[in-house]
């Protein structure tokens, strides 16, 4: 990670509401190169809005998204078509509940996107996947449909899905938030994986240990605000802010 580089991602002075509720208040968040990022905090404290408006899933009402070169929004007026185009190819996405296609055989999920929307050469693409998913441990799956995969199977296609794409940042909304604990260990032996060979991530995520094992950085946010952030044993160990803490303690961190 090198501080003299543009972030690969920057939110600045983001703000959100629904309705009459401010879901995100004045937020501001850069993510470098090879940086690991997790953000933490307590349901309906902006976590996921913030990771949908980084990855253009929700328009932010005011302020600022860049990806890179690439300007998103500035003071919460957006660039056109091509330009958001662009920046989608920048970010993968894992969700929750893996979003992959039912109907198409788990090799299909992989190739889809590179072949559809990157154009690429489908015999290139198709020699990716097959490495990616013998990567994710799914060697022998490519021509299953998802539902005859385990969770943790289908969570670690979805992974593969997201990479196939050559992001600079890959977002994870919650990864094994669906998952029973064999299964979610599976999945995050595959985050550390990518964060050993400084794969620039994002993760929302529930789980403590994990986050202070894996992240670079934790964003502690609650009620719409960033409260605290700093090195993961130092926000996870040390806490500075009374909120932090007691979220914490909750958690039996």
């Keep these: 990670m090198s501080s003299n580089q543009n972030p690969v991602v920057a939110v600045d002075h983001v703000q959100k509401s629904f309705g009459e509720v401010k879901v995100l208040r004045d ?3 850069a993510v470098n190169p090879g940086e690991v990022v997790a953000i933490i905090g307590p349901s309906g404290g902006g ?9 253009l ?3 932010v009402d005011a302020g600022d998204l860049t990806y ?4 998103c929004a500035k003071d919460g007026t957006y660039g056109d078509k091509v330009l958001l185009a662009q920046a989608r190819q920048r970010f993968g996405l894992v969700f ?5 296609f039912p109907h198409f055989s788990v090799l299909r999920n992989v190739m889809d996107a590179p072949v559809c929307v990157q154009k690429r050469d489908r015999t290139e693409v198709e020699e990716h996947a097959r490495a990616l998913l013998a990567k994710m441990g799914l060697t022998g799956n490519e021509d299953k449909v998802p539902c005859q995969l385990s969770g943790g199977q289908q969570q670690r296609a979805s ?3 997201a990479l196939a794409m050559n992001p600079q940042v890959m977002f994870f909304d919650e990864p094994t938030s669906a998952l029973d604990p064999e299964l979610t260990a599976e999945v995050l032996k595959v985050i550390k994986g990518l964060a050993a060979e400084n794969m620039t991530m994002v993760i929302v995520t529930h789980e403590m240990s994990f986050a202070r094992d894996v992240a670079d950085r934790i964003v502690f946010m609650d009620g719409g605000v960033i409260v605290e952030q700093g090195p993961a044993e130092q926000v996870i160990d040390h806490p500075r802010e009374e909120r932090t803490r007691a979220f914490l303690a909750q958690r039996g961190a």
């Design 47 to 55: 976590k996921s809005t913030l990771l949908r408006c980084m990855t």
């Design 27 to 29: 937020i501001s968040l």
């Design 57 to 59: 899933l929700e328009r």
């Design 96 to 100: 929750q509940n893996y979003n992959l």
């Design 68 to 71: 890179g070169d690439l300007t």
């Design 159 to 161: 992974i593969a899905r």
